[in-house]
């Protein structure tokens, strides 16, 4: 019943389209995450799955339910927003009893209602304070506390932790997860925050300028990512890309860098389909798969950041610049020349007109 599909939805704005075209389907339970860049259509999905946008065109279903001219109040779902929403001349008490209580539930059902989900949200200290003297970080809980208690089978939250300060989104985002597991519900998760996706979602939604990028695990869209923007946009730093054209050398198909010296041979399963492709291409890999070597592309060292324990070595510059990410001090220094080799097994390659992945 709480599966979600999103059949060919688009979404104008007078002549703007703010949803080009999105087909997607959110199985019941599933946490998904809508990530991506500011304006690229995230919160208009969103406002259409909650009933507060009607589509252009196209379709949403609840499991089997069509839901065109269901309003917002009728669709069983669960809204928290970036801006809390909670009635400041209450105490959290009173706010996360508002819902079951105008539900008409008995006062003990309430009482229990209340205390469990206080309880998940380390709220129970806080229950009779009045809201209006809460620090924005727990009247971001509240909210989330108000809407959770409905158990709603579909529960949608678009940035709600855009507001709330660093270590507090860390914390959120642990409980988050551990309520949607206890509750089991169908999770919708704006954000274009990549920390977020990555740590709660069971998929991603990848999105740009209206259109769906790519939809997968963390782990898919990290490792293989569809296309050069989920390349860029996934991982921090994202993925470095170099143009090249394919080559066959002593070693196997590479990719011709020109002067930046010997690359890896390609893994065995994208091999075929560059050298069937023999176009330009870019050639793709993570900062975090690199290793200082003998053999490999050298580079000069732009610049090294050091944050905590991890160090960043930029190399190179302009259309040849990469980053090389190292968990220690790898001793690299400003000026010097770097042979670094990327990991075969994560060298991936883009065609350089389409941007899409050669697989
Ligand atoms: P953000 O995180 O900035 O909200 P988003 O990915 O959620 O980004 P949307 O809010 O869905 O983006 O907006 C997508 C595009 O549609 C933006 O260019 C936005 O300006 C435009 N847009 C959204 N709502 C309206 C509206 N009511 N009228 C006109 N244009 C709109």
Redesign the pocket.
Known sequence: MSAIHLQNLVKK??D?T?LKTMDLAIADGEFMALL??????????MNMIAGMEEPTSGKILFGERDMEGVPMGRRGVGFVFQNYAIFTHMTVRQNLAYGPRMRGAAKAEIDRRVGAIAEMLQLTPLLDRKADRLSVNILQRVAIGRSAIMEPAIFLLD?PLSNVDAAFRAVMRTELKQLQRQFKQTMVY?T?DQLEAMTMADRIAV?DH?VLQQVGTPFEVYNNPANVFVARFIGSPGMNLLKGRPAESDRGLVVDLGPLGVTPPLPDAIAPAVRAARADVLYGFRPEQVAVSDRGLSMPVSFVERIGARTIVHLGESESAVKAVFENDVGLAIGQTAIVAPAESSVRVFDAATGQAIK
């Open positions: 704005f007078g703007f703010a991506g860049p500011s304006g690229c259509g995230k919160s208009t999905t940035e704006v274009h999105m209206g």
